[in-house]
């Protein structure tokens, strides 16, 4: 007879869930010690909320008392398209947003399980405290590479995560990932703006991606200004140079095909859009993370700057 592990397995894969894994929802003790030196280094810019509540962020039972396991889960993203430059975006923002999408999977997955066993659980989806990538590794999705996102055997790094906290005991992964990353430094290396600054950590302050879609400054950094290679929202240069993408496969998921067939932004269009029109463009979408200000500023920099 299958368990209920293996029942949950099968059915995340029928609501679009590449892979579920499953870890015991206990204190990532290791991990805090991680984030408060990367926090204590300046290295999240002024992303001042990630420095709110460690015990939640490291502790799922703070956000779920009777959480028992963490059912860990990666999304397939990848849409067989290329990027349309210059005011370029950043693959994951392509189509809907994925906060809307993953979490109706997970929540359509919880339901399934209450009807199956008698089971309450929590839903999280990126905006919640809890470290995402810690989790996945936890649950055995995949490894952390050297530009510190995940990375699964599977279909490479193009995956969304989330997670269902849960008060039931299942079966959980034994053995972690190995970390398959070897020598290699592509990633490193392709960084315009040399974000990565040593293996497995990413200064945000350098970094494009969050320059354009997290910073509210009025201008951009020069250093980032100089370097954006035509990326108005996002960057997928250190995924798109990791050999382990090879392995990518196009997503069933229809609602991450890009919107309007745009896999770019016109820097003209958007430094004469009116609120109304942003609205009505970004309704849904994780584009308007970075509000209409920002992605004038972003424009206004591509435009001045038309490489790549």
């Known amino acids: 007879m299958r368990s209920l592990s293996e029942k949950i397995r099968e059915k995340a894969r029928e609501f679009g869930i590449h892979r579920v894994g499953f870890a015991p929802a206990v204190e990532l003790s ?11 280094r300046g290295n999240h810019g002024e992303m001042r909320w990630m420095e709110r509540e460690p015990e939640k962020r490291t502790d799922p039972r703070i956000l ?3 959480a028992k396991t963490v059912i860990s889960a990666a999304v397939n993203y990848f ?5 349309e430059g ?6 994951y923002a392509w189509g809907d947003d994925y906060h809307d999408v ?13 009807h199956e066993v008698p089971a309450e659980g929590k839903v999280c989806v990126d905006t919640a405290p809890i470290m995402d990538k810690a989790w996945a590794v936890r649950g055995g999705l995949g490894w952390i590479g050297k ?10 790094s193009w995956v969304f995560l989330g997670e269902i906290l849960i008060d039931l005991e299942l ?15 592509k990633c490193i290396e392709a960084c315009p703006t040399d974000a990565i600054t040593e293996p497995y950590v990413v200064d945000s302050r350098k970094c494009i991606s969050y320059a354009t879609i997290e910073l509210r400054d009025e201008e951009l950094p020069p250093q980032i200004a100089e370097n954006l290679n035509g990326w108005l929202y996002g960057c997928d240069i250190c995924q798109d140079v990791c050999p382990w993408n090879r392995f990518e496969m196009p997503s069933e998921e229809e609602a991450f095909e890009p919107r309007n067939g745009e896999t770019a932004l016109d820097p003209t269009r958007i430094a004469a859009m009116e609120h109304e029109e942003y609205i009505v463009r970004f309704r849904r979408s994780a584009i308007k993370r970075a509000k209409l200000p920002g992605l004038k500023r972003n424009a206004a920099a591509v435009g001045g700057n038309r490489e790549g």
């Open 30 to 40: 290791i991990e805090r010690g991680k984030l408060a030196e990367w926090l204590a």
């Open 64 to 66: 779920f008392p009777p």
């Open 79 to 83: 849409t067989p398209h290329q990027h």
């Open 86 to 91: 210059p005011g370029k975006i950043s693959r």
């Open 102 to 114: 993953v979490k109706g999977k997970l929540t359509a997955l919880l339901d399934w399980i209450k």
């Open 147 to 156: 530009h510190s996102n995940l990375i699964t055997r599977e279909v490479g």
């Open 171 to 185: 079966e959980y992964e034994t053995e972690p990932v190995a970390d398959h990353c070897g020598t290699c430094t």
